[in-house]
């Protein structure tokens, strides 16, 4: 599973994380500017610690005493970010597809079909990004996601900028994620209520410093 | 019906404007990628060397264009005895057209890769695309917009270009008389002005189609992003 002992740094915000993650939904709860994103950037390799080390399931992504940095597209740690955005270009089949072909067929953790009945993508699939409401993207960026077969996934507060009716329509989803996949999860939001729901183990950030809920 | 001659600098024009296109095409989207993506020192002066041609007076580029690749010029020399002529041929025409050109096609470019939004390339990394694939997969049909407007104005300024081109490769018929060359040639001829202004109206038509095309294919791909 997930340790890591970093320090970053940019201008004056500081960031000191120490972690074991051990349970297969971890949530991160803090207040906006807490940097709840800067550390989700950090484990996927988006920044990189001035000082530490990160390990997923006893594999070093990065030692700074080493000079050990396994850049981003290596580390097999997918990110949701906060807008869903998919490829503009590619319609919603070839945006999920794009993330599969990536991984090599043995390697695969999830079959195509699988993931779209998972998050009900049948009825969208021949769709452009820009034909879909904010929840039906998210639920492919999701989706895309999960295609590309992670050892971790991170979701940066998928539920930002959806309104509550929208946001109880994909809560479900996440928790038959959580039920059906065997994958580990961080969830990073400032609603705890979104957290209670999916049963998360619950930690704050607070302004750098990760702190037991 | 078009006479041999102005057949001969339709077909050198076209010829001259396609390989000079064509031939820019991949130094344009290069640039414009590094100038849209990295910040380095001299940057200043690669945007000054790059908008140098728009400025400098086109005899001026013509003669440092003889000086450097004419047949006995300081590169010239070197190309020549490896048998490639670029003076007075119709290569030269294209080299020239391609220096003129390529700022124009630089900029649409560069903005296109500029306005993108980078966090697509932060998705694709994080689903396990390389770099190079995400440039292929992500970057490059994001940018296709803006390559066509560049290829489409690098190809209707090469069909214009004149002063760097008759300073550099002179006017020989069949080799390197393009159109504006011909229209040229032909005002300074007595009764040639009829056949001036039928090769203006065919520059017109030319140039007019390559900005229609231009907008419709903008068009489309819009449409497809859903823009």
């Known amino acids: ?213 | 019906m078009l006479s041999p001659e102005e057949l001969s600098a339709l077909y050198l024009s076209a010829k001259v404007a396609l390989f000079a296109t064509v031939f820019s095409l991949p130094f344009a989207v290069a640039l414009g990628w590094y100038l849209a993506r990295y910040e380095f020192r001299l940057k200043f002066l690669v945007e000054a060397l790059l908008q140098l041609p728009m400025v400098l007076p086109p005899v001026v580029l013509g003669y440092l264009l003889l000086v450097l690749f004419g047949n006995q010029g300081f590169i010239g020399q070197y190309l020549n005895a490896l048998g490639i002529q670029l003076a007075f041929n119709w290569k030269g025409a294209v080299l020239a057209s391609m220096i003129v050109a390529f700022p124009l096609m630089v900029q649409p470019v560069r903005l296109s890769f500029q306005l993108m939004n980078q966090q697509l390339d932060q998705i694709a990394g994080s689903l396990g695309a390389a770099p190079w694939k995400v440039f292929w997969s992500i970057n490059l049909p994001l940018a296709i917009p803006g390559i066509v407007m560049g290829s489409i104005l690098c190809f209707s300024r090469s069909l214009g270009e004149f002063g760097a081109t008759i300073t550099f490769v002179g006017n020989i018929p069949d080799e390197t008389r393009t159109i504006p060359i011909a229209i040229y040639s032909f005002l300074q001829q007595p009764n040639g002005e009829d056949t001036a202004m039928r090769l203006v109206a065919l520059s017109l038509v030319l140039a007019f189609s390559a900005l229609i095309a231009n907008y419709f294919i903008l068009q489309k791909y819009q449409r497809k992003l859903g823009a």
């Open chain 1, 1 to 213: 599973m997930l340790k890591c002992d970093f320090h970053y740094q940019h201008a004056d915000f500081i960031l000191n994380v120490e972690l074991q993650m051990q349970q297969q939904l971890l949530g991160i709860v803090g207040a906006s500017g807490s940097g709840k994103s800067t550390l989700l950037k950090n484990i996927v390799g988006l920044l990189q610690p001035q000082q530490g080390w990160i390990q997923f399931n006893n594999r070093i992504l990065l030692d700074t005493q080493r000079q050990i940095h396994v850049p981003m597209h290596q580390r097999k740690i997918a990110l949701i970010f906060q807008n869903a955005l998919l490829f503009p270009h590619m319609n919603v089949q070839q945006n999920l597809s794009y993330a599969e072909k990536l991984v090599s067929k043995p390697e695969r953790k999830f079959h195509f079909a699988d993931i779209v009945d998972l998050l009900e993508l049948k009825s969208l699939i021949q769709r452009k990004a820009h034909q879909l409401s904010g929840g039906e993207a998210q639920r492919v960026s999701i989706g895309r996601a999960l295609l590309s077969s992670p050892n971790l996934l991170l979701l940066d507060e998928p539920l930002t900028g959806l309104d509550n009716k929208l946001k109880q329509q994909i809560l479900p989803f996440l928790k038959r994620m959580k039920q059906e996949l065997n994958l580990p999860m961080i969830y990073v939001t400032h609603h705890l209520q979104e957290l209670e729901y999916l049963q998360a183990d619950i930690v704050q950030l607070n302004q750098g410093q990760l702190q037991n809920k």
